[in-house]
Structures are given as C-alpha cells and as structure tokens.
C-alpha cells in the first residue's frame, strides 16, 4: 500500500496521506509530501493543492512507540529538515481535516495555508501532556493562526479542541459535515485557481513574510528542547501514560 497517493485534476493537486488509522509520520513521508509540492511548483497548470487522509484521523503525528523516536535524536533532525520545504512551496495548500490532527500532525495541518474541518474533528499541541516540547515549527506556526494567547494556552495546558471549538478560535477556517470536507475543499480550491496564479503566488509569498526562513531557525530551538527532554524521566512518563490512556503523574525530572 503506498504511504501517499498524489494526482492532479484540472488547476486542483491532491495529496492523500494513506497510512490509517492514525497516519502517523516520518522523515521519509513528510520529504515525499515535499517531492510532490516541489514538483507541483513546476507544473504550471497547478494553482492550489488539498490535502487530506485516508482513514480515522487527519494525523496523529510522530509514532513514540517506534524505535527510531525512542532511541535516534538524528530522527527528528532528518524530519524537521524535510518539515521546512514545505514551507517553501509556492502553491496555496488547503488541508480538509476529519479525526485528529495532534501534535506533530497539527504542526502538519498548520503548513496548509487553510484548514477545513468538520465537527468530529481534534486538535491538539499535546507535547506537554508528554513532557515534551512542540516541534515541526509549531512555535512559530500555531501563534500566526490562533494569536499568542490561545496558541500559548493551547500548548501549556495541551487542550484538546473539537471542530466546532477549532473553528471559534479561527484554527480552522470552514465548519462543514465530514462527508463534506472534500467537496468544501474543492470550492475554496476553485475559488483559489479563478484567480491570477501568478498573483495568487505573489501575494502568499508577501503574507507568508519569510516564514519558512523563521521555521528553519526555531525547529533548531525545538530540536534542541526535544532532545534534552527526551532524556527526562518525564518524557518517558508522559509516553508511558499516553499509551496507557492515564494521566501522567510527572516529578519534574
């Protein structure tokens, strides 16, 4: 089974993340997510991209459970890396979230430029229920959308907010029924490709202010923060607690 279906209609590219239930990720998918954005830089019929998932959820972030989490800080080096191209893509991206989109995956949702989201779905900065530290340029990202207060309530407290709540703070930009997050996708996408793609291009680039410069120098931060609390015995708690589906009950050590 592929971990990513891609294809393109008319002026519309879509990206599928096809790893369910959860759609977890690393390195190698976020750089294949990358290859197909960069590539669709270069099709001059493109003008927007919707990204979406197979399954349960949107994205449940990094899988801790894997060996390569628990045991290599060179594994979150090599997923932050392939993180800030996405940054650097030109075309407008609109992510149609169902499920959860949590932790490393709302930093996911968070490299769309809109988010459409239905009433079942979750989002949540939950790295302090891990002990952890936020990453994928979250830091930067969350506090864009949201505003500084809620971005930083979000992500001491890791508040876990559904669709409706999502769409009152402005993390997501459309309320719609699941069964209608592609077909909502779609309009905003059409709206998006009726106007001028080099304007289009032009204007992102202008909003975006060098923001994936910004990611680039703060995932550094954060690469830093994870890897020194990794080590703690909290992280290991707040893991541990997480897969146990219990509160963590953490020494601050």
């Not at 954005?37 to 894997?66: M, P, W, Y």
């Not at 940054?87 to 709302?106: C, E, M, N, S």
């Not at 979750?122 to 505003?147: D, E, M, Y």
């Not at 459309?174 to 001028?196: F, H, M, P, R, T």
């Amino acid at each position: 089974m592929e971990d990513l279906v891609t294809s393109v209609e008319g002026h519309t590219a879509f990206i599928k993340i096809n790893r369910p239930p959860n759609n977890h990720f690393d390195s190698e998918l976020i750089s294949q997510i990358a290859n197909f954005l960069e590539e669709q830089d270069d099709n001059v019929e493109c003008r927007s991209i919707i990204l979406h998932s197979e399954g349960k959820h949107f994205c449940a972030g990094a899988d801790f459970t894997r060996s390569s989490f628990k045991e290599e800080s060179d594994a979150y080096a090599s997923l932050y890396e392939q993180a800030v191209r996405l940054f650097r893509t030109k075309k407008p991206i609109i992510a149609a979230i169902q499920g959860a989109a949590v932790g490393g995956g709302l930093g996911v949702s968070l490299a769309a430029d809109f988010r459409i989201a239905c009433p079942e779905a979750r989002f949540s900065a939950n790295f302090s229920k891990l002990g952890f530290h936020q990453g994928f340029g979250t830091s930067i990202t969350l506090p864009r959308v949201v505003g500084e207060q809620k971005a930083k309530w979000m992500l001491l407290t890791s508040a876990r907010l559904n669709g409706e709540e999502a769409y009152k703070i402005g993390l997501a930009d459309y309320l719609v029924d699941k069964e209608s997050l592609l077909q909502k996708a779609k309009e905003l996408a059409d709206e998006i490709n009726s106007a001028g793609p080099l304007g289009v291009q032009a204007i992102r680039f202008t909003v975006n202010e060098g923001i994936a410069d910004q990611i680039a120098e703060i995932i550094k931060w954060e690469l830093s923060e994870q890897n020194r609390l990794r080590e703690t015995d909290d992280f290991k708690e707040g893991i541990k607690a997480s897969l146990q589906r219990k509160e963590p009950n953490f020494k601050g050590s």
